[in-house]
């Protein structure tokens, strides 16, 4: 069986790589579908128009948290079924998350669709930006369920280690995205809508994609959707295990609607300016995420295996690469900071503002990287609540004291100062909250049985709710 050899046989950073290519590339499309709205809008001259991509970010988010609450413990049930070699309960987990997604979809397009004053509202535009952020608003939220079954798809194609599959499909969607951007968004002259009508229309080409993956014979995945409830307990573990990595992406969409708030008080220059000061800083972030979701599904495989010796191993390995790459991304992107604010604004003084921002915002993305690894871990091994408490802590319990009591402190200096200094503390205590929880699991003296089918017990469950009311809560104070 592929999985079993990759995971299991091969050598630990040959299996590193294979698994981290197509999360490090699914990252990095997630970026660039939102960069290059920037980018291409940017090039209009017009500030207002790129602060209303800015402002709008949160939505995209929220996307991203339906699509990692539902892909990533999916991803890890799926994973851990197959290290346990528990075909059955893998392909219910897949047919759950295909009917998740969906419905998940509807419901919050659905909500944007009819309340869009609300949320305009929500994420702070004001009467200059209004319009611009209303029109890129509409065409993400039609497109909703298409984006969401995009993404949660292409984790559970990662989930049965389909590396070059999950690589190409995201690579089309890249591609289309680069070349529709600049045709709708210039060529047509519809500006901010035509960057969320490229974005659409992206993820359209990516989820046919992955609807003829569908087709290959070796795939546990189906459109079937009866087969999830074969074993309806699926969705509870998926429920229980997504909410970790989902309840980072909430509250970041909380944070950035917090911190637009805030910024919009300013003018809609400075939140273009923090806008386009946060994307080197996203790169950084986003690859090494990448890395830490990239391993996720080896870390649930040998863990429900009973592999002592290589989960040691590679989760070791892992935590060297993310800490590589931490360095060396966070190192040229302050020294290219100039050029990379360039891409987004055209103002010499605002590219100037937002460089200072970048460098501000990097001096906490060096080690960011052993903080996803931390929440990932412990979420491929069961160890749900624990996740959910680091994943509270970076954007909840950390960021958002730091950035009301800074910005009261300093003013607009003390929110640019916010964010390196959560990163920096959460990163510690996430250094020693894991070695307390996993020091036992790695310790060679330990013996792990195989796992069977884990269903997450009540007080887990009601933490999950009260982590997750915790993030809702941010968003709407």
Request: proline content about 3%; glycine content about 8%.
């Amino acid at each position: 069986m592929k999985t079993e050899e990759l995971f299991e046989r091969a050598p630990v950073w040959k299996s590193i790589f294979k698994m981290c290519l197509p999360t490090v590339v699914i990252m990095l499309v997630m970026t660039v579908y939102n960069m290059a709205d920037m980018v291409f809008v940017g090039q209009t001259g017009i500030a207002a128009q790129v602060a209303a991509v800015s402002l709008a970010s949160p939505f995209f988010l929220l996307q991203m948290t339906l699509s990692t609450w539902i892909g990533g413990g999916g991803c890890t049930v799926i994973s851990a079924a197959l290290g346990a070699k528990n075909t059955e309960k893998a392909k219910a987990a897949g047919a759950a998350c295909i009917l998740l997604s969906l419905v998940g979809g509807i419901l919050l397009g659905g909500a944007a669709l009819l309340f869009p004053n609300a949320f305009l509202h929500f994420f702070g535009a004001d009467a200059a930006t209004w319009d611009y952020t209303a029109q890129y608003l509409q065409i993400l939220a039609l497109g909703t369920p298409v984006i969401v079954f995009s993404n949660v798809f292409a984790n559970l194609v990662r989930a049965e280690g389909a590396v070059q599959t999950a690589v190409l499909l995201n690579m089309l969607g890249t591609v289309a995205n680069i070349i529709l951007d600049p045709l709708f968004i210039s060529g047509l002259n519809l500006g901010v809508q035509g960057a969320a009508i490229a974005t659409v229309l992206s993820n359209i080409f990516t989820a046919c994609g992955l609807l003829f993956y569908l087709r290959r014979r070796d795939t546990i995945l189906t459109l079937n959707m009866r087969k999830a409830f074969h074993m309806p307990h699926v969705f509870r573990e998926i429920f229980a295990l997504g909410i970790p990595g989902s309840v980072s992406n909430l509250l970041m969409s909380a944070v950035n609607t917090i911190t637009n708030r805030i910024v919009i008080a300013y003018g809609a220059d400075t939140v273009a300016e923090m806008g386009a000061g946060g994307k080197a800083g996203m790169i950084v972030a986003m690859v090494v995420m990448a890395i830490a979701l990239g391993v996720q599904p080896m870390f649930a495989y040998l863990y429900g295996a009973g592999n002592t010796a290589r989960l040691r191993e590679t989760f070791r390995k892992s935590g060297i690469l993310a800490v590589s790459l931490g360095i060396v991304l966070s190192v040229v992107c302050f020294i290219f900071r100039f050029p990379i604010c360039g891409l987004f604004l055209k103002d010499e003084a605002l590219v100037a503002s937002a460089a200072h921002i970048t460098a501000l915002g990097l001096l906490g993305m060096p080690l960011i990287g052993v903080y996803y690894l931390a929440v990932n871990y412990l979420q491929s091994v069961g160890k749900a609540a624990q996740a959910s408490v680091l994943s509270v802590l970076r954007q909840g319990a950390v960021y958002v004291p730091l950035l009301l009591s800074l910005h009261g402190l300093f003013g607009l200096f003390g929110v640019f100062y916010a964010a390196p200094a959560a990163d920096i503390f959460s990163t510690l205590l996430a250094v020693f909250l894991l070695y307390r929880a996993i020091k036992k699991i790695l310790s060679p003296q330990s013996r792990i049985r195989p796992q069977k089918s884990k269903i997450p017990s009540k007080n887990q469950l009601n933490f999950h709710i009260l982590s997750m009311t915790f993030s809702l809560a941010s968003v709407i104070l």
